[in-house]
């Protein structure tokens, strides 16, 4: 089994920046995808920003929400098995509750999430 360790978020202000960071232990071999999603009060669950493959000659890929992109790094450190997502000019529409998701194949493991709050 995977498991996930997140750490970061908190309330911040409109155009602040925040980095959030995920560690993950345990049986991570096959690691295929590791990154963050969001959930904000009635809407669905979205994905923010993943990293995927990566290894010692390989090039990771990343993706992102268009609604980050641009304003958002995510990185992964492949030798701690962590992940960073750096967000920058954050805005009150970034409110949510963040996860953490650990991909090995088909096989999701998720973070226990941390509030994100923006205040305008």
């Known amino acids: 089994q995977v498991q996930l360790v997140e750490s970061g978020g908190g309330l911040v202000q409109s155009g602040g920046s925040l980095s959030l960071s995920c560690a993950a232990s345990g049986n991570t071999t096959g690691f295929t995808g590791m990154g963050w999603h969001r959930q904000a009060p009635g809407k669905q669950r979205e994905q923010v920003a993943m990293v995927f493959g990566g290894g010692i000659i390989t090039t990771p890929v990343t993706s992102y929400a268009p609604s980050v992109r641009g304003r958002s790094t995510i990185s992964r450190d492949s030798a701690k098995n962590t992940v960073t997502l750096q967000m920058n000019d954050l805005r009150p529409e970034d409110t949510a509750v963040y996860y953490c998701?650990?991909?090995?194949?088909?096989?999701?493991?998720w973070g226990q999430g941390t509030q994100v709050t923006v205040s305008s």
């Open positions: 998701l650990f991909r090995k194949g088909a096989q999701n493991t």
